[in-house]
């Protein structure tokens, strides 16, 4: 039988043999090596002290079996951190984890044949199991989404809560089954690991496993908390070799540095990604020398109180930062949780079309699991950092004193390393205070809009048969293209493109009778949330929040649609974004028809967010509602092939060959997948670029195809915001262009006194106004002036 030391010390052994092995038959790299060895060393080391504590002179033969185990576990580590730097091989990582799987059946069994149960044994082999675990979950999250590591990671959340929760520490009684979902996690996880499932199988079953963990583990809470008034019987200890020993003393540093760090790295986060740099975290924040030196004063009995308190409400505050960074990086501005709630739903909606049902399930998941977690961990952390700074007082006031003197010159003095990052933080207090303010803000605009929305519209008293009499006869097309902004025709890297495509157009437009004049509008809208630039357009009122948005869709505003049916146009919009009947479309803003990706005979394959490509929505628009002997339309068209994600992309086809999109079959394959596209942000802009070219380039040769020298037609084309930080960058403006296009030169003429520029392609200096005013000067220019004013709205640019 082999001594402690012997058997320690051949399982190492045996751990840079295999090691070496991996290094040189499957190519494992210095990362991949060092991984493995550190499992190794940690197993040493570990073990060791467990044993030696425990009074066992021998290793026994059921912990030979689950160190030859952690021996296997440490090769698959190697193999994942070296799949970190590139593919690697699958076939050694699955054999060594089926191998460690197998075995875990085997050291049971052995030490319950063998007389050698005990709590040292039972702890190793459960540690095992939680790396192995731990290491699979890593792997797993590299194709099916960062959420999974949440698998591996919960048997630690629950250890860092037992040394914070002292009710967590008892002895609970065996139950059968936690085997059987250890045994279901790694089975599940191998499986996912190779491959060998479909992705939404896969996603399913790691959710599955995610929903088994949640209930073994939250049903062992659920029994330590009702028996936490209880005192806890001695746990008796077999007759082993294995020994007995452990507790939670050898973590009690760790687990304090690694709250301390974790709560060090929340207070001083940044509010957005490109503000996040190593030097940002090298800062002093305020909010933690305040609960250092309440720690310090306030009576022990009320000191765990405070530090629940004030750890749910920096977790809360934790999770608000995580939705300011992503609406940042998205919407080019700050989280607002109350006004914004309403925008989770659309979210979901355009996940699932960007990244598919599975991955948007996945994420969900995952982000309710964040949310849950982060405040939970926050609230261990700071009770673990409270206590040891009370029970350490001297120690926690001269620290903490000296800090708050540093934190104090540097404020006076300005002091950062690092722009956007002052070394006196307080991101924590002004993530609070912004929060209150926009809260407040929230509640003084409401009757500020009420009122904008109360006001007298001047436009209410013409009489119908003067509205829009400039345009008698015409059809009037607007059309937004998703995410037309400033950038496409400005930015060096992605411009030259869009440019080459309107000059262009400018050309073919000319040679069709058409004559075009272009601008830009000042958006309510960045980077998403579409409908607020579409209520301010028609609108003419400036709505750039969802709770604006609500109360307009809950007035009688009198918008642009509504104008041209009052004036006896047939109004109609075309969304094929929408999956779901959009009642509002009729009730608010008065449209006749509403066409969605369910009525318009697609029968062709999605392009990620987009269900149909442009070309199909223009010619099934023209099939349906240009017809010959149509009576006059206004309508809205809705172009979405360049909604982020802008991959992938169709391509532009012969108008005779469109018929159903079942010709479009197979052009999705041919292009980047998202999650391949947004490895790169060259990738990214280059796409964005492609599918704004895309875009115009249909609604050119639409109508030069079917509407040469068609004097009847007017089209208003524009964007409806700016594309997101990854594409326009972290400090864009809110411009997009806007052209109108009208073969009867009486239109242009009109619209003339604008001053826009000459074509389809707006310069640096072009007109911007702000959208809120496209529609009383659209309406001044092309119908008489409401009773009472004396100039057009239209005069020029605001």
């Known amino acids: 039988m082999l001594t402690v030391h012997r058997g320690v010390l051949a399982g190492l052994t045996v751990q840079v043999v295999l090691v070496g092995t991996l290094a040189g038959a499957a190519g494992v790299g210095a990362a991949g090596m060092v991984a493995g060895l550190i499992v190794g060393a940690g197993t040493a080391v570990l073990l060791s002290r467990a044993l030696r504590r425990s009074g066992a002179r021998v290793l026994g033969p059921a912990n030979l079996v689950t160190l030859l185990r952690s021996v296997l576990v440490g090769g698959v580590a190697a193999l994942v951190v070296d799949s970190v730097e590139g593919s690697g091989p699958v076939a050694p990582l699955i054999g060594l984890a089926v191998l460690a799987l197998a075995l875990d059946a085997v050291d049971g069994r052995v030490a319950r044949r063998t007389g050698t149960v005990s709590a040292v044994g039972a702890r190793f082999d459960m540690e095992v199991d939680s790396v192995l675990v731990l290491v699979l979950s890593a792997y797993v999250a590299r194709s099916l989404g960062a959420w999974v590591l949440a698998i591996g990671s919960v048997h630690y959340v629950l250890e860092v809560a037992r040394w914070a929760l002292p009710w967590l520490r008892r002895p609970t009684p065996p139950r059968h089954w936690c085997k059987v979902v250890a045994a279901v996690?790694?089975?599940?996880?191998?499986?996912?690991?190779?491959?060998?499932?479909?992705?939404?199988?896969?996603?399913?079953?790691?959710?599955?496993v995610a929903a088994l963990l949640v209930e073994s583990f939250g049903r062992e809470v659920a029994w330590l908390w009702r028996a936490r008034r209880f005192p806890a019987e001695p746990p008796a200890e077999p007759p082993a070799?294995?020994?007995?020993?452990?507790?939670?003393?050898?973590?009690?540093?760790?687990?304090?540095?690694?709250?301390?760090?974790?709560?060090?790295?929340?207070?001083?986060t940044p509010q957005r990604f490109d503000h996040v740099t190593p030097a940002a975290y090298l800062r002093i924040p305020v909010e933690g020398l305040a609960l250092v030196g309440l720690a310090l004063v306030v009576p022990p009995r009320r000191l765990r109180g405070l530090a629940v308190a004030a750890g749910s409400v920096l977790g809360v505050l934790a999770v608000v930062r995580i939705l300011d960074m992503g609406f940042w990086e998205a919407l080019h501005r700050p989280v607002n949780p109350v006004n914004d709630a309403g925008l989770l739903g659309p979210a979901v909606g355009v996940l699932q079309d960007s990244v598919g049902r599975g991955w948007a399930d996945a994420a969900v998941a995952a982000a309710v699991l964040l949310a849950v977690a982060v405040p939970v961990a926050m609230t261990v952390s700071v009770v673990r950092v409270l206590r040891v700074a009370r029970r350490h007082r001297g120690v926690a006031a001269r620290s903490a004193g000296a800090l708050g003197v540093l934190w104090l010159v540097c404020a006076l003095l300005g002091v950062q390393l690092t722009p956007f990052a002052p070394m006196?933080?307080?991101?924590?207090?002004?993530?609070?205070?912004?929060?209150?303010?926009?809260?407040?803000?929230?509640?003084?605009?409401?009757?500020?809009?009420?009122?904008?929305?109360?006001?007298?519209?001047?436009?209410?008293a013409v009489p119908d048969e003067d509205l829009l009499s400039g345009l008698r006869g015409k059809d009037v097309i607007v059309a937004f293209v998703e995410s037309y902004g400033r950038v496409a025709v400005q930015d060096p890297s992605i411009a030259p493109g869009v440019r080459a495509v309107l000059d262009a157009g400018t050309e073919s437009l000319r040679a069709a009778g058409f004559s075009s004049r272009s601008a830009f509008l000042t958006s309510s809208t960045f980077g998403g949330t579409s409908w607020l630039a579409h209520g301010t357009l028609h609108s003419g009122l400036w709505t750039d929040s969802q709770q604006r948005y609500d109360q307009l869709l809950a007035s009688d505003r009198l918008t642009l649609p509504a104008v041209f049916r009052r004036a006896g146009w047939r109004t109609v919009v075309d969304v094929p974004s929408n999956r779901d009947p959009w009642p509002e479309g009729r009730?608010?803003?008065?449209?006749?028809?509403?066409?969605?990706?369910?009525?318009?005979?697609?029968?062709?394959?999605?392009?990620?967010?987009?269900?149909?490509?442009?070309?199909y929505t223009l010619a099934?628009?023209?099939?349906?509602?240009?017809?010959?002997?149509?009576?006059?339309?206004?309508?809205?068209?809705?172009?979405?092939?360049?909604?982020?994600?802008?991959?992938?992309?169709?391509?532009?086809?012969?108008?005779?060959?469109?018929?159903?999109?079942?010709?479009?079959?197979?052009?999705?394959?041919?292009?980047?997948?998202?999650?391949?596209?947004?490895?790169?942000?060259?990738?990214?802009?280059?796409?964005?670029?492609?599918?704004?070219?895309?875009?115009?380039?249909?609604?050119?040769?639409?109508?030069?195809?079917?509407?040469?020298?068609?004097?009847?037609?007017?089209?208003?084309?524009?964007?409806?915001?700016?594309?997101?930080?990854?594409?326009?960058?972290?400090?864009?403006?809110?411009?997009?262009?806007?052209?109108?296009?009208?073969?009867?030169?009486?239109?242009?003429?009109?619209?003339?006194?604008?001053?826009?520029?000459?074509?389809?392609?707006?310069?640096?200096?072009?007109?911007?106004?702000?959208?809120?005013?496209?529609?009383?000067?659209?309406?001044?220019?092309?119908?008489?002036?409401?009773?009472?004013?004396?100039?057009?709205?239209?005069?020029g640019p605001p």
Do not use: C
């Open 185 to 208: 996690q790694g089975i599940v996880l191998i499986t996912a690991a190779a491959g060998v499932l479909p992705r939404p199988v896969a996603v399913l079953a790691l959710l599955a």
């Open 241 to 268: 070799v294995r020994g007995a020993g452990g507790g939670h003393g050898r973590w009690r540093t760790a687990t304090t540095v690694l709250a301390f760090l974790f709560v060090w790295f929340v207070l001083v």
């Open 424 to 460: 006196a933080s307080r991101s924590a207090a002004e993530l609070a205070v912004d929060q209150v303010g926009d809260a407040v803000a929230n509640l003084r605009d409401r009757p500020v809009f009420a009122a904008q929305l109360a006001a007298a519209d001047p436009y209410r």
């Open 587 to 615: 009730a608010f803003y008065r449209f006749d028809e509403d066409y969605d990706r369910h009525d318009v005979g697609y029968a062709g394959p999605k392009f990620s967010f987009a269900a149909m490509p442009d070309q």
């Open 620 to 795: 099934a628009f023209q099939r349906r509602e240009l017809a010959p002997g149509h009576a006059p339309v206004m309508a809205e068209i809705d172009l979405v092939t360049s909604h982020e994600p802008w991959t992938p992309l169709p391509r532009m086809v012969a108008w005779d060959e469109v018929g159903d999109g079942s010709v479009y079959r197979g052009m999705p394959a041919e292009g980047l997948t998202p999650a391949d596209a947004f490895r790169d942000d060259g990738t990214v802009r280059a796409l964005y670029g492609t599918s704004i070219e895309y875009s115009l380039s249909a609604l050119v040769s639409f109508v030069t195809t079917f509407h040469r020298h068609d004097r009847n037609l007017v089209l208003v084309l524009l964007g409806d915001h700016q594309p997101g930080p990854v594409v326009s960058g972290p400090d864009a403006g809110h411009d997009v262009p806007i052209t109108i296009l009208a073969a009867d030169p009486a239109v242009i003429d009109r619209v003339s006194a604008w001053g826009w520029d000459d074509g389809m392609r707006p310069g640096p200096q072009a007109p911007v106004w702000p959208m809120d005013a496209v529609r009383d000067r659209f309406l001044a220019a092309f119908g008489p002036l409401p009773s009472g004013t004396t100039t057009r709205a239209a005069g």
